[in-house]
């Protein structure tokens, strides 16, 4: 009885393997017969994007500044004018004046915009060319002057404050222009307004990965642990932290 059990588990194991290598054997037999064109996609179409070859602004951005007006912002605190300082084609913070933010609200962009820490330094730490760029009013990613400058590091430039450390500190020296490349994907809720999905963001600084689609606990404070309360669409906004930090040749794309 044994040793026929045995025969019938060798011949069942020698089946299962005859199945495999036929079934591999078609697989192969099957790839052989496809043509290039089994795999090519020729639908949907991506759409055409431009870029101006002044300032590499893509033709399908909002433009948000362009050294003209600041008629795409108005006050945080009040929604009065912005009330920044504006001279030869760059905004300044006013001191004083608050936070700005624009008057559209956006969901998932991509954003680039550049600034300027003074070039005169005053100041140590956070209190050096002090500035942030809010996603939808409410998560920083932090601007300051970190050159040659000492202070925590999830708290230094391109770090999401108090959140994530950057990966790189790819400063430039006070008073020249840096840029900020932003890929920001806004957090879902669900209907009880528990968080559905975290928000995430990418971030290049001059050109070099700061952030890596990292995930957020939650809004950005300076206080306490950060977390999530339901929203819908927001501003872009710039705070007003007390320094001489300019901006210039700011855009958006939202994204679908
Ligand atoms: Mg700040």
Redesign the pocket.
Known sequence: MYKINAIKRKAMKQLAIGVLLLGIFTNLQAQEKMKPEDTEVWSPVPKIVTTDSRNNVPSDAVTLFDGTSLNAWESAKNKGKANWTLQEGVFTVKPGEGDIRTKQEFQDYQLHLEWRSPSVIKGESQGRG???VFMQGLY?V???DNYDNKTYVNGQVASI?KQRIPLVNATKKPGEWHTYDIIWTAPRFKKDGTVEKKARITVLHNGVLAQNNVELDGATEYIGIPKYQAHGAGPIVL?D?GDLVSFRNIWIRPLP
């Open positions: 002090n500035s942030g920083e932090q601007i300051l404050y705070q932290h």
